[in-house]
């Protein structure tokens, strides 16, 4: 590893001098932007557009636009007199836990070791923070910038983690549309959500997790560089979940094997009507048994009417 940093690490009178290495790495595949017509990668050039023509490193300076168009310089010389003395020093100002600090603040990761003369007491740093269970808020001053940082373990190698300020954390109200947090939900609804996250928790393992983009587009590179055909991947055909209930059913349906303890759904109850249009199966019985004494009736009803409606008509008739 390159070491991107040497200094110590003091807490208190105790002085643990220490070297600095990059603990993360980006291992995105990475595009050259080339020339068409020839292949040759593009060049760019920092250009003055005043003068108009290309400027060298030495001819630039720093500035800071406070309006638009208007600048202040600051050299070299101004920001070193304001570069703080323990700029070589990780200055623990304070011990806490590390389930108080949100993984919003995490910035990058820096692995620590000892320097020759630092390895007893970075060994009895190791065991303190291992026994007592603490991480050390800290600040540090790396490319004449000043960071906050905490000192924690990871296995058994100290680590700096840079966090942000808490002005640099943007605040959550200026989110829009995030829903109240009295949005009513249903209870049916809530215990499958739960039910589900409970069949899908598992140890984390981060060898589990791998960039199939990545693993796919190094395929595709190697494939064109032997020069075969590149086929394309079929579309996945995706289910149309009609709405939320049954999204969580089926995600539970795919995931029943994985329940430890499975959490019985209650059946949503019906919301209540007014009592002339709720039928009861008492009811429904009464009226089914009186339908079929009204329909037993009626050809009898039916008969002695028509009857009346005859000797009517011949008295008439008669009379």
Same mark, same amino acid.
């Given at each position: 590893?390159? +070491?991107?940093?040497?200094?110590?690490?003091?807490?208190?009178?105790?002085?643990?001098?220490?070297?600095?290495?990059?603990?993360?790495?980006?291992?995105?595949?990475?595009?050259?932007?080339?020339?068409?017509?020839?292949?040759?990668?593009?060049?760019?050039?920092?250009?003055?557009?005043?003068?108009?023509?290309?400027?060298?490193?030495?001819?630039?300076?720093?500035?800071?636009?406070?309006?638009?168009?208007?600048?202040?310089?600051?050299?070299?010389?101004?920001?070193?007199?304001?570069?703080?003395?323990?700029?070589? $020093?990780?200055?623990?100002?304070?011990?806490?836990?590390?389930?108080?600090?949100?993984?919003?603040?995490?910035?990058?990761?820096?692995?620590?070791?000892?320097?020759?003369?630092?390895?007893?007491?970075?060994?009895?740093?190791?065991?303190?923070?291992?026994?007592?269970?603490?991480?050390?808020?800290?600040?540090?001053?790396?490319?004449?910038?000043?960071?906050?940082?905490?000192?924690?373990?990871?296995?058994?190698?100290?680590?700096?983690?840079?966090?942000?300020?808490?002005?640099?954390?943007?605040?959550?109200?200026?989110?829009?549309?995030?829903?109240?947090? +009295?949005?009513?939900?249903?209870?049916?609804?809530?215990?499958?959500?739960?039910?589900?996250?409970?069949?899908?928790?598992?140890?984390?393992?981060?060898?589990?997790?791998?960039?199939?983009?990545?693993?796919?587009?190094?395929?595709?590179?190697?494939?064109?560089?032997?020069?075969?055909?590149?086929?394309?991947?079929?579309?996945?055909?995706?289910?149309?979940?009609?709405?939320?209930?049954?999204?969580?059913?089926?995600?539970?349906?795919?995931?029943?094997?994985?329940?430890?303890?499975?959490?019985?759904?209650?059946?949503?109850?019906?919301?209540?009507?007014?009592?002339? &249009?709720?039928? +009861?199966?008492?009811?429904?019985?009464?009226?089914?048994? $009186?339908?079929?004494?009204?329909?037993?009736?009626?050809?009898?009803? +039916?008969?002695?009417?028509?009857?009346? &409606?005859?000797?009517?008509?011949?008295?008439?008739?008669?009379?």
């Amino acid at each position: 590893m390159h +070491t991107v940093w040497k200094g110590s690490i003091s807490f208190g009178l105790v002085n643990i001098p220490v070297r600095m290495f990059t603990a993360t790495e980006e291992r995105d595949i990475r595009f050259r932007q080339l020339h068409k017509e020839c292949h040759t990668p593009i060049k760019y050039t920092k250009m003055c557009p005043h003068c108009q023509r290309e400027v060298d490193t030495s001819e630039i300076v720093r500035g800071f636009e406070y309006e638009k168009g208007h600048f202040v310089m600051i050299d070299d010389d101004d920001l070193e007199a304001i570069t703080p003395e323990t700029r070589r $020093a990780i200055e623990i100002i304070d011990f806490v836990d590390l389930s108080e600090i949100d993984p919003v603040y995490f910035h990058k990761s820096y692995f620590l070791s000892p320097q020759d003369t630092g390895e007893k007491a970075y060994a009895l740093l190791r065991s303190a923070m291992e026994q007592t269970g603490k991480i050390g808020v800290a600040q540090v001053t790396m490319r004449n910038r000043q960071s906050l940082a905490v000192i924690r373990l990871y296995e058994h190698c100290i680590m700096l983690e840079t966090i942000f300020y808490p002005d640099e954390v943007r605040p959550v109200n200026q989110v829009p549309a995030l829903p109240e947090a +009295t949005v009513p939900l249903s209870e049916n609804e809530l215990k499958m959500a739960t039910e589900l996250i409970s069949n899908m928790t598992l140890p984390f393992d981060p060898a589990k997790y791998t960039d199939e983009y990545r693993s796919d587009l190094q395929k595709l590179i190697e494939k064109k560089l032997e020069g075969q055909e590149i086929a394309t991947a079929p579309t996945v055909a995706r289910t149309n979940v009609i709405d939320l209930m049954q999204a969580l059913k089926e995600s539970l349906e795919s995931t029943a094997g994985q329940a430890a303890v499975p959490i019985k759904i209650e059946p949503e109850p019906t919301p209540s009507k007014p009592a002339r &249009k709720r039928t +009861t199966a008492a009811s429904s019985s009464a009226k089914e048994q $009186a339908s079929k004494k009204e329909t037993a009736a009626s050809p009898k009803k +039916t008969t002695t009417t028509s009857t009346t &409606k005859t000797l009517r008509k011949k008295k008439a008739t008669s009379g």
